[in-house]
C-alpha cells in the first residue's frame, strides 16, 4: 500500500443521468491540496457548499448512501467513493452540479477511467493510516449481518451474501491486493437487485435513470408477458424486456459469475470511505447493506478518532494509560488542589470513561477533614466524577482547548462508604444522553471494587469566549 498522500493531476468531467432521480448531471474531478480529504462541492447551489466525505454527514440510507448539509445533498455516493478508495486517492475536489452522480453502467468503472485518465500526483504528507489493532465488531440479529474487523497491516474484504433466491444463491468474494484486483476484478460490477425490488422502486417513482444496461436484474418470482410490457412503460425502455433461462432480466450477461457479490464489496469499499482515513485492517462481511456498512463505519470513525485525541494530548505512550496527569491537565483547565484526577485508564468516546485518583495523605482537604479522622469530602469525590465526565465530553466535541463544561445539576447523589487516605478511587462515567451542547452522564465511584459513591449529572458545554461574566 502506498505510504505518501496522492491526489490527481489535472481536472476531469462525466456527465450523465443519474440511477434513482433520473436528473441529469455533470462531476467534475479536481486536485486538491494535502490533508484536504474528500469533498464534494454543489456548484448548482448558492455558496457552492461543501459536503465532507464522512458519517457525519450521512442523511439517508434508503437506497444508497446520501449525503447533505442543510438543503445541500449529494445522492448515491457510493461507486464514486470507491473508485477514490480504489485508486488510493487521499484528497480530491468533486464538484457536481446536480443531486445525484451519473450512474453509467452501473458500477464505478467510469470513475475508475476518468480518474485515471487523469493521471496522479504523489504528494509530501504521509497518508493518515488508521491502523486497525483491536476487534472491531458489528451484528445485526434481525438481518443476520455481521461485519468485523480484524488487525491487519494492509487492506483486504471478504464477503459473503445470501439472499435464498436460486439465481442468486450463496455468494462470496474477497479483494486480498488493492493495486493488483481493484481496477479489473471488482470496478466493473454492476449494481444489483431483484424484479420485485424494481417493480417496487418503479411504482415511487424511484429509478428513473435505470436500465436494463446499468443494473443486473434478478427474476425472484414468475411474471407474465403482460407484467413486462408494462414494466417497460413504466422504466421508459425503448427495447422489450423478457427472462433469460439463467433467472435475469433480458440478456444482460454477467461480467463474473458472482458479480451480484462483487458489487457488495464495491459498496462496502464506498461506505467504508466515509471513516475519512484508509485503514489497514482484515475486514469480513456476512450479508452487507448500506445502513450497516455505515454504522460499522461510524464505529471505527469513532475509533479513529479517539486514537487522534490520544496521540494529540497523550505525549508518551504508556501501557495502560490512556491520559495520564500531563495529558488531562493539557485537556481540563482544573490546577492544584483543585485536579481531582491522576489518569484516564479507559476511554470510550461518546460513551464512557473511567479514571483514578489515588487518595494520599498529603491532600489539603485532610487537615480540615476531619482531625484526627480523615475523609474525603464526599462533595469532592463528586467534583472528581464531574472531572471525569468532563474528559468524556469534552474530548466528544474534539476541540477542549476551546471550550468548558458546566454542570447545571447534580441528581441521585448517594455516598455508600467513606473514602479515606490510602485509597484508589475508579471513577467511572457514562453517557447517558447528549443534544448538541447539552449532556446528561451517570458518575459511579469505586474503591477495591465497592461502589462508594454515585451521582447523575446534567451539564453544558460552551464555548470559552462565552463564558458567565462575574
Known amino acids: 500500500m502506498l505510504e505518501l498522500q496522492r491526489t490527481i493531476a489535472k481536472p476531469v468531467t462525466l456527465s450523465g443521468t443519474g440511477l434513482h432521480t433520473g436528473t441529469s448531471c455533470t462531476i467534475t474531478f479536481k486536485p486538491a491540496p494535502e490533508n484536504y480529504g474528500i469533498k464534494f462541492i454543489r456548484v448548482d447551489l448558492g455558496g457552492s457548499p461543501e459536503i465532507p466525505a464522512n458519517v457525519d454527514y450521512v442523511v439517508d440510507l434508503s437506497r444508497g448512501t446520501t449525503l447533505g448539509i442543510g438543503e445541500a445533498k449529494v445522492h448515491t455516493v457510493e461507486h464514486v467513493l470507491a473508485a477514490i478508495v480504489g485508486l488510493q486517492i487521499d484528497n480530491i475536489i468533486i464538484e457536481i452540479d446536480g443531486i445525484e452522480p451519473p450512474v453509467g453502467d452501473g458500477s464505478a468503472m467510469p470513475f475508475v477511467e476518468k480518474l485515471l485518465e487523469a493521471g496522479f500526483v504523489t504528494q509530501n504528507s504521509p497518508k493518515d493510516y488508521l491502523v486497525i489493532d483491536q476487534t472491531v465488531m458489528y451484528h445485526d440479529e434481525d438481518k443476520k449481518i455481521d461485519i468485523v474487523a480484524l488487525p491487519l497491516n494492509d487492506y483486504r474484504i471478504t464477503i459473503m451474501v445470501d439472499y435464498q433466491n436460486p439465481a442468486l444463491g450463496s455468494q462470496h ?93 464495491l459498496d462496502m469499499m464506498g461506505d467504508l470511505a466515509l471513516i475519512g482515513v484508509p485503514i489497514k485492517a482484515q475486514i469480513l462481511a456476512a450479508r452487507p447493506g448500506h445502513k450497516a456498512n455505515v454504522e460499522f463505519a461510524k464505529k471505527i470513525r469513532t475509533l479513529y478518532q479517539q486514537k487522534k485525541l490520544v496521540k494529540k494530548y497523550q505525549l508518551v505512550k504508556k501501557e495502560g494509560v490512556v491520559f495520564d496527569a500531563n495529558a488531562i491537565q493539557r485537556i481540563l483547565p482544573h490546577r492544584y488542589p483543585f485536579l481531582l484526577v491522576d489518569k484516564i485508564i479507559d476511554l470510550e468516546l461518546d460513551k464512557r470513561v473511567v479514571g483514578v485518583k489515588c487518595v494520599t495523605i498529603n491532600e489539603p482537604f485532610f487537615p480540615g477533614h476531619f482531625p484526627g479522622q480523615p475523609i474525603m469530602p464526599g462533595v469532592l469525590i463528586v467534583e472528581a466524577m464531574a472531572q471525569v465526565s468532563g474528559i468524556l465530553v469534552l474530548n466528544s466535541f474534539i476541540d477542549p482547548a ?38 446528561s452522564i451517570k458518575g459511579s465511584a469505586y474503591v477495591d471494587g465497592n461502589l462508594v459513591a454515585e451521582a447523575e449529572f446534567m451539564g453544558a458545554i460552551v464555548d470559552k469566549e462565552n463564558k458567565p461574566q462575574n
Open 173 to 265: 468474494t474477497g479483494l486480498f491486493n488493492l493495486e493488483k484486483e481493484f481496477i479489473t476484478e471488482f470496478a466493473p460490477a454492476r449494481t444489483f437487485c431483484f424484479l420485485s425490488e424494481v417493480e417496487q422502486l418503479a411504482d415511487q417513482g424511484l429509478i428513473k435513470g435505470g436500465n436494463i444496461n446499468n443494473a443486473v436484474v434478478i427474476v425472484d418470482h414468475e411474471i407474465d408477458d403482460e407484467r413486462l410490457k408494462r414494466l417497460k412503460e413504466k422504466l421508459n425502455l425503448p427495447e422489450d424486456i423478457s427472462i433469460t433461462h439463467e433467472g435475469f432480466l433480458s440478456n444482460n450477461q454477467l461480467r463474473f459469475k458472482n458479480e451480484p457479490v462483487r458489487h457488495k464489496l
Open 402 to 439: 476551546n471550550h468548558l463544561v458546566y454542570f447545571m445539576s447534580i441528581n441521585n447523589a448517594k455516598f455508600r462508604k467513606p473514602v479515606v487516605p490510602g485509597d484508589q478511587l475508579i471513577l467511572e462515567a457514562e453517557i447517558i444522553s447528549k443534544k448538541t451542547k447539552y449532556f
